[in-house]
Every structure is written in C-alpha cells, then in structure tokens.
C-alpha cells in the first residue's frame, strides 16, 4: 500500500511540469508591429531631365567707385545699405595739395601768355621794317619763329590749368549712377591711392540670378527652360530667361558663369540665396526621379523594393525590383523599370528583405489601394 501511495506521488511530480511546458506552448505570441516606411511613388509623366544650380542675386549693374587721385579721406558720406542718386557726393579727399598745383598751372599760364603776347609784338614791329629793308629775312624768321613757340607753350600750359582743376574735382568722389551701397572699403583718415575701389553701388531695379555652369551641361543648359527660387520663398518659383553666358571657363572652377533675368518684373533682394530649376527639352517620360537613398543591389545590379498593400490593415510586403539607371542629378537617380505608381521604399532599404511586411502612410496606402482597384 505505501509503495502505490509512493508511485502516484511521483507521477503527480512529473505531470505538473509537462502540463505547464503544453500550456506554455500553446500559448499565443506578441504580433509583431509592422515596420513603418518612407514611400515615394514612381512618376514617369513628371520625369523631365531637370538640374538644379544655387546662386545668387547680384545686380545687373555694378560699379566700383574708385577716386581718380590719391590722398587722405577727409569725409565718407555713405554707409552700406545707402541708397544713392547720380551725382550725389560720396567721399572727399583732402585737396590742399591739388588747389596748390592749380594754383601754380595758373601762374605758369600767366607767364607763358605774356611771353607769347611780347613774341607776337616783336614779330608785328619786324613786319612793318621789311618794307624799307631795315630787318633782314633772317631776323624776321627768327622773330616768327619766337612768336610761333611762344603760343604753342601758352596753349600747353592752359592745359595743364585744365589737368590741375580736373585733379582737383577728383578729389570729391560723386555716384556715377543712381542705386544702393553693396560695398564700403575705407574710413575717414585712411590714404586711398589712386584708383584702388572704395565703394561698391548696385542697381537694384535690375536683379539677376547669377550661376556657375559645368563645362559638360554647357551645351544643353543654352536650350533650356529655366525657373528660380529664393532660399527665404522657396515654393515660390518665378521664370528667368539667359541675358548672358560667359564665353570663357573661370580658370579655378572650369565653369561658366551665366546671369539669368526674371522674364517679369520681379523684386529681388540683392546678395540672397537663389536656386535654379533648369529643365532640359527631349527627355520627359522616359525616366522617373527617385531618392538616391532608395536604390539598393540585387546580384551586382541596381535595384528599389517596391511596397505592394496585400491586407486590409495597411500593410504591405516589399518585393526586390531591378531598375535601369540613366544619370543623376543632385540627390536624385533617374531610373527606368518599376510600373508606374509603384511605391518605392525611399529610405531604410538596407533592412528590407523579400516579403517582409511593412507599413504605409495612410496617404500611400489610399493611393496603392486606388491603383490595385483600377488595375
């Protein structure tokens, strides 16, 4: 009686830890939440070859003041910013130099046309001796002579009157045209030498779009279609036309530099941030633009995995799409291959695998239902 006692005991000990381990078996796991995903869709109607260039706004006209002599600042009358007219003074040098060397080219000229007024009476007295023979031809040559040399170095020195007061209206330094102060490069007290630039002054009312062209786009960027941006509105594009294409390569960059105008009235704030849409004619439709983030390798060869919605509860399961790539701009690959509209995962492709399943914006999951309903 006690051995069965013993035998039922021990079979009790060993069935409760096998009914714990089935019950734990049977036990359902956790699902596992579906990876969420970037998407982008495949667009050939809008994959026209495009580029994009940043530049900036500079002025169609712009002038490097510069005095026309050297000598101390003796007044500045602009600041950065300044808008200025024709004319209007913007620096003074300190002239008293220049008003004594006008001075002095006056007392020259002074001279030199008393000596020509006595050289031309002399001449006149041995003119009216030649008839009775009194002065020989010799003296009366020489007497012309004289009167002749005379005018010629008081004419020299009437203009060299005229240097001296030209040097001295050099000494204020006046807009030569109307805009606003880009630059200033001096102070009061500082000694400019003669023709060094001070003052820089734009013309505002007539901005441009300036770029640097690379040498291998330079042909198809001369037909182009162009638009612009600012980096402070960038959903607000304008259109610009090419006004001028440098002929020659910078010698640093090898590029070219192009200046674009808007094709309307348009303000533009002179040294901003510009970007250039340029959009190459022939090539709409034959390929789609895609994130260079989205393309991976199958078997060596570019590839996307396109995300294609199974369920009703927002997912999708990613499959390996092999694509053709025609060239790149910017952060973009243009690609051939994928169906379009297909959703191409557009970020964290090195964690995909085949059939894994993932889940789409609510946006993208719409827009993949849609597609499956019309198909």
């Known amino acids: 009686m006690r051995t069965t006692v013993n035998h039922h005991f021990a079979a009790a000990c060993i069935a409760l830890p096998l009914a714990a381990f089935v019950g734990a078996c049977t036990h359902k796991p956790p699902v596992e939440p579906l990876r969420a995903v970037r998407t982008t869709e495949v667009r050939y109607e809008n994959a026209a070859d495009r580029n994009r260039y940043v530049g900036t706004v500079?002025?169609?006209?712009?002038?490097?003041?510069?005095?026309?002599?050297?000598?101390?600042?003796?007044?500045?009358?602009?600041?950065?910013?300044?808008?200025?007219?024709?004319?209007?003074?913007?620096?003074?040098?300190?002239?008293?130099?220049?008003?004594?060397?006008?001075?002095?080219?006056?007392?020259q000229l002074v001279a030199a046309t008393a000596q020509a007024a006595q050289a031309e009476s002399d001449r006149k007295r041995l003119a009216a001796l030649e008839s009775d023979g009194s002065v020989s031809?010799?003296?009366?040559?020489?007497?012309?002579?004289?009167?002749?040399?005379?005018?010629?170095?008081?004419?020299?020195?009437?203009?060299?009157?005229?240097?001296?007061?030209?040097?001295?209206?050099y000494t204020v330094l006046r807009a030569s045209q109307g805009g606003v102060v880009t630059a200033v490069k001096f102070e009061v007290g500082q000694v400019v030498a003669e023709g060094a630039p001070v003052v820089s002054v734009s013309n505002e009312l007539e901005p441009e779009v300036v770029v640097d062209v690379p040498e291998d786009q330079l042909a198809a960027f001369k037909s182009a279609r162009y638009k612009a941006s600012l980096a402070s509105a960038p959903d607000t594009q304008f259109d610009v036309t090419l006004r001028e294409l440098s002929p020659q390569a910078a010698a640093q960059t090898r590029t070219y530099r192009a200046r674009l105008k808007p094709t309307a009235a348009h303000a533009l704030p002179l040294g901003a941030t510009a970007t250039l849409f340029v959009e190459y004619p022939g090539a709409k439709g034959s390929t789609a633009a895609l994130p260079s983030a989205a393309i991976t390798q199958a078997d060596g060869q570019p590839a996307v995995w396109v995300a294609r919605k199974g369920t009703n509860d927002g997912g999708a399961s990613v499959d390996l799409v092999r694509v053709t790539v025609h060239g790149y701009r910017n952060e973009e690959v243009l690609v051939s291959g994928p169906a379009p509209g297909d959703l191409v995962v557009a970020a964290g492709v090195q964690k995909m695998a085949p059939g894994l399943k993932v889940a789409l914006s609510p946006s993208a999951a719409s827009e993949s239902a849609t597609r499956q309903a019309s198909r």
């Open 58 to 107: 500079r002025a169609r006209h712009e002038v490097d003041q510069a005095f026309r002599v050297g000598g101390k600042v003796v007044k500045r009358s602009v600041e950065v910013g300044q808008a200025v007219r024709q004319g209007d003074v913007i620096a003074v040098l300190d002239d008293n130099d220049y008003r004594l060397a006008e001075e002095g080219a006056r007392q």
């Open 137 to 169: 031809v010799s003296d009366e040559e020489r007497a012309d002579s004289q009167a002749r040399t005379t005018k010629a170095a008081a004419d020299a020195k009437a203009k060299e009157l005229d240097i001296a007061r030209n040097r001295l209206a």
